[in-house]
C-alpha cells in the first residue's frame, strides 16, 4: 500500500506492519546532498520513518552522518506525538513510539532538543525547550536550543556513547526491506541555514 493511499485514502486506519522504501538500494545521493552533509546537521521533529527514513535508507547517506555532528529535534514529547502518523508507523517497524525510539533510530545523533514537557532521559546531551512552533519568536526560541545543543554534543566522536541498539530489520537503516500495510478489521521545511549551521529536513 502506498503511503497517501494509507494517510490519505484511509486516513491512517490500517495497522501498519512493516514499511519499505522501494528502489533505495540501488539509489546514489546527490552530490550536492552529500556536500551539504559535510556541515553540521539539525534533523527537524519530522516524521523519522517517512521523512528521515527515505533518506537514510539510501547508501552513503547514513554514512556521512556518522562523520558530522548531528543535532536532532524530537517529534514526540515523552511518548505524544505531536502529529501525523509517526507514533504508528513507529511501531510499525519495530521502535518505541516515543522520544526514547527517535534516539535508538538516530544511533548518530550526538545531542537532541526535547520539549520542556519531555522528561525522557537519554545518553546523549539533551536541550530543553519549548518546542512549539507557531511564530517567528518561537522559531527563534527552538534555533537557539539546536544551537546550545551542537555546543552540548559530544565531539569528536569517540566521545559519545556506544552505539544504541536497534531493531536490526529496520528500513531507517537498512536498503532493502518487505513492507505490508495490512487493513485492520474495520478498516487507514527544506534546508536553511542558521548561524553558518544547516538544517537538515523539515520543522512540523
Not at 519499505?20 to 520513518?49: H, K, M, W, Y
Not at 516515543?98 to 534516539?103: D, E, K, M, N, Q
Request: charge should be negative; hydrophobic fraction near 40%.
Amino acid at each position: 500500500m502506498h503511503f497517501q493511499e494509507f494517510w490519505v485514502a484511509r486516513q491512517g486506519e490500517p495497522e501498519v506492519s512493516d514499511v519499505e522504501f522501494r528502489g533505495a538500494a540501488s539509489a546514489d545521493p546527490a552530490p550536492a546532498a552529500l556536500t551539504a552533509l559535510d556541515e553540521s546537521v539539525v534533523i527537524g521533529p519530522s516524521n523519522p520513518v517517512t521523512s528521515i527514513g527515505p533518506m537514510l535508507a539510501v547508501p552513503g547517506f547514513q554514512a556521512a552522518l556518522e562523520d558530522v555532528p548531528v543535532v536532532a529535534v524530537s517529534p514526540f514529547i515523552g511518548d505524544q506525538v505531536f502529529s501525523g502518523p509517526a507514533a504508528d508507523l513507529m511501531a510499525g517497524v519495530g521502535y518505541d513510539p516515543s522520544t526514547a525510539g527517535v534516539a535508538t533510530a538516530y544511533p548518530f545523533a550526538d545531542a537532541f532538543v526535547l520539549d520542556t514537557a519531555d522528561a525522557t532521559t537519554l545518553d546523549r546531551p539533551v536541550v530543553r525547550t519549548d518546542t512549539r512552533i507557531d511564530d517567528d519568536d518561537d522559531a527563534h526560541r527552538v534555533a537557539k536550543a539546536v544551537q546550545d545543543a551542537l555546543e552540548a554534543a559530544a565531539w569528536p566522536r569517540q566521545n559519545r556513547p556506544v552505539q544504541a541498539e536497534r531493531p536490526s530489520h529496520s528500513p531507517l537503516l537498512s536498503q532493502s526491506r518487505v513492507s505490508a500495510v495490512k487493513p485492520t478489521p474495520d478498516g487507514p521545511r527544506p534546508s536553511t541555514s542558521t548561524s553558518g549551521r544547516r538544517f537538515w529536513a523539515g520543522f512540523r
